[in-house]
């Protein structure tokens, strides 16, 4: 019996690989599966939701960090150069971590960048170099408006129960972009780089 089943399932395998093979969609996006989590199935669809717009709208904000570094000009290029790249990066984490969760509750994570250009609210930009206080402009834009919707997403997260929603923005999202924001607003301020008032004294 053993040595029948052996042959069979020898018979069957193959190391050729199996390419250009279509598959039908096994979950639909926003739906959520049943995990059991001690969370309702309301808690898990709202903080998928939410996050998916969170998710789509910080691919779009790390795609701008990453314009943005490569059209990067003028005498502050190398500073903020290397800190746009920075902040990308850090980006980047935080697209993982949303995604990630978005998983855990039960659902799908929005990753297709034709799917993120679908559902971003974050406007498009012009397709050429802007000047450098635009760019900046534009990213800290970018930060506030996931930062509205990250407030409030954490804040209904709580009232529903979903207590690592709720984490994940105040302690990830919220904090880093914060920390974000202060760093190209203070890139903003037009302040002397050598003279200083002398008041009266040489």
Wanted: aromatic share 6%; net charge negative.
């Amino acid at each position: 019996m053993a040595t029948q089943r052996t042959k069979k399932s020898s018979a069957k395998a193959s190391s050729e690989p199996w390419v250009h093979t279509d598959g039908r969609e096994i979950q639909e996006f926003g739906t959520v599966r049943m995990f059991p989590l001690g969370l309702s199935f309301d808690a898990r669809m709202y903080s998928c939701q939410r996050l998916n717009q969170i998710l789509a709208d910080s691919q779009i904000l790390y795609s701008l960090y990453k314009k943005h570094h490569w059209l990067m000009r003028g005498p502050t290029f190398y500073q903020l150069h290397l800190l746009l790249d920075k902040h990308a990066e850090e980006q980047v984490q935080l697209v993982d971590t949303i995604a990630e969760r978005v998983q855990t509750l039960g659902g799908v994570a929005v990753g297709d960048p034709r799917h993120v250009a679908e559902i971003t609210v974050i406007p498009r930009p012009p397709d050429g170099a802007e000047e450098v206080p635009a760019m900046l402009s534009r990213l800290i834009a970018g930060h506030e408006t996931i930062l509205v919707a990250a407030h409030d997403a954490a804040a209904r997260a709580q009232d529903m129960g979903d207590d690592g929603t709720n984490d994940l923005l105040v302690s990830e999202v919220i904090r880093t972009h914060e920390l974000q924001t202060w760093f190209l607003i203070e890139h903003l301020v037009d302040t002397p780089l050598v003279e200083a008032p002398h008041n009266g004294h040489r």
